[in-house]
Structure formats: structure tokens, C-alpha cells
């Protein structure tokens, strides 16, 4: 039986961040499905199609992110990188949905 958790604590560092980053996506596509579905009233073919084509398009643009990070230095393709994709989440949670 292969081992679960990593012997070096770096191993184990990245594996966490791998097991939180992966169940938090889960999370926010599972809830994001219920809320295009239930809330704005979007048929689930819609969904499934706009998802589907995001999915598309991540694996291509991961697989060219990791052509340059073979070119380059990998840590600075991270980094560069995840610092885009998090105003994009926090614009998206902050949308015309909100009332005050």
C-alpha cells in the first residue's frame, strides 16, 4: 500500500496546500453550479457548457503556462501567475448581485 502523506516536511507542505486548494475548487464549482442553476435561473446545459468550455480552456493555457515554466524560472511563473488569478475570484464574488 503506497504512502499517504510525504516524508520531508516540504513534501508534506505542498501536499496540504494541494488537498486544500483541490477541495476548495470543489467546493466553489459545486456551489457555483447550484448558484447559476437555482438562483440566476440559467438552464444546466448552459452551465454544463460554460463550465466545460472553461475547463477547455484552463488545460490549454495550463499546459502553455507549463511550457514557460520549463523556459524560465518555475517559482516566478507561480508567482506571477496565481497573483492573477486571485482578482478575478474576489471580482466575481463582488458582482451586481449584491443590495445594500
Known amino acids: 500500500m503506497p504512502k ?3 516524508d520531508t516536511a516540504p513534501q508534506r507542505v505542498i501536499a496540504a496546500s ?10 466553489y464549482l459545486t456551489a457555483g453550479v447550484l448558484y447559476f442553476t437555482q438562483a ?7 452551465v454544463g457548457l460554460g463550465l466545460g468550455a472553461a475547463g477547455l480552456v484552463s488545460l490549454v493555457v495550463g499546459i502553455a503556462v507549463g511550457h514557460l515554466a520549463d523556459r ?13 488569478r ?3 475570484a474576489s471580482c466575481s464574488r463582488t458582482g451586481s448581485g449584491s443590495s445594500s
Open 86 to 88: 486571485r482578482p478575478g
Open 18 to 27: 494541494n488537498l486544500v486548494n483541490t477541495m476548495g475548487s470543489g467546493l
Open 4 to 6: 499517504l502523506v510525504p
Open 40 to 46: 440566476v435561473h440559467l438552464p444546466a446545459a448552459q
Open 72 to 84: 524560465r524560472e518555475a517559482r516566478g511563473v507561480y508567482g506571477s501567475w496565481s497573483g492573477r
